[in-house]
């Protein structure tokens, strides 16, 4: 079940990154809800439990109206306080603190220029943030945290983006129709007949083919040819064979 676990998850990983452009470390970014989670249920350090669920190094984030929102709770959240104290803090620019789960939304926005990872234990702004194309989610289940799956419209949303890649778009259309009549004038300037009366094509003259004449009508070899070396035979002579020739080359040369 832990290895079913972890083959979905990155693969989940794996679809963001390629997709989205998701790169390491991960920047995941935590509310009110996730940081009790993980102290309520020992996940400590939450960083290490995090690395752990996306396989990969995580960088923790939270924002300022996250931290006002626990303070207001008061001493029952006095240790989700301060563990969210020790997270990095992104930024919001909000004046006026609002509440943590609409500070969540306008932080990631439309496309999620940041990247971000959302941790959230609260299942209505999940639902929210799944119709934001390129937005994982991490939840906690007891002592187990879980990235959900791309939902419905991020698949169909990545589905139409790269059949759109596919086609040209209207500019792109213009201007390769711009180009191929262009193309096609300068063909006609070509094949039309210049000042001095002679076409620039004529088809009557057409280049030599060089390759059906013989090297000896080019006089010019078409291939290097070198002489085969041949091996040497040796005579072996017998001693008596060899005296009787001796003789007679000396009476030949005596008479």
Same mark, same amino acid.
Do not use: W
């Given at each position: ?27 995941? $970014? *935590? ?15 939450a960083?290490?439990? +995090? ?5 990969? @190094?995580?960088?923790? %984030? ?10 207001? +709770? ?17 930024r ?10 609409? *500070?969540?939304?306008e932080v ?7 990247? %971000? ?7 209505? $702004? ?6 934001? @194309?390129?937005? @994982? ?8 945290? %879980? +990235?959900?799956?791309?939902?419905? %419209? ?10 759109k890649?596919l ?12 180009r ?13 007949v ?12 057409? @280049? ?18 070198f ?14 064979? *060899? ?6 080359? $000396?009476c030949?040369?005596?008479?």
């Open positions: 079940m832990r290895f079913k676990k972890q083959k979905r998850h990155r693969k989940t990983v794996r679809f963001f990154s390629v997709c989205f452009g998701f790169r390491q470390p991960f920047k995941v $970014l *935590c509310d009110g809800t996730f940081v009790h989670h993980l102290l309520h249920n020992d996940l400590t350090p960083d290490k439990a +995090l690395s752990n669920c996306l396989s990969a @190094p995580v960088k923790l %984030f939270t924002t300022s109206c996250v931290l006002a929102e626990l303070i207001k +709770l008061g001493a029952a959240q006095s240790g989700s306080c301060q563990a969210a104290r020790k997270l990095a803090v992104a919001c620019d909000h004046e006026k603190k609002v509440s943590a789960d609409a *500070c969540i939304e990631i926005g439309e496309n999620n220029l940041e990247h %971000f990872f959302v941790a959230t234990q609260d299942a209505d $702004l999940r639902k929210k943030l799944q119709k934001v @194309p390129n937005v @994982p989610l991490i939840f906690g289940l007891r002592n187990a945290l %879980f +990235l959900e799956q791309p939902s419905k %419209f991020q698949r169909d949303f990545v589905k139409s983006s790269e059949e890649r086609h040209l778009t209207e500019k792109e259309f213009k201007a390769l129709e711009k191929t009549t262009s193309i096609s004038a300068n063909a006609d300037e070509e094949d039309s210049d000042e001095d009366g002679l076409g620039r094509h004529n088809p009557g003259l057409q @280049p030599h083919n060089t390759r059906n004449y013989s090297g000896k009508e080019k006089d010019v070899k078409d291939r290097v040819r002489k085969r070396k041949r091996a040497k035979v040796l005579f072996l002579i017998h001693p008596q064979t *060899c005296t009787s020739l001796v003789r007679i080359v $000396l030949t040369s005596i008479a």
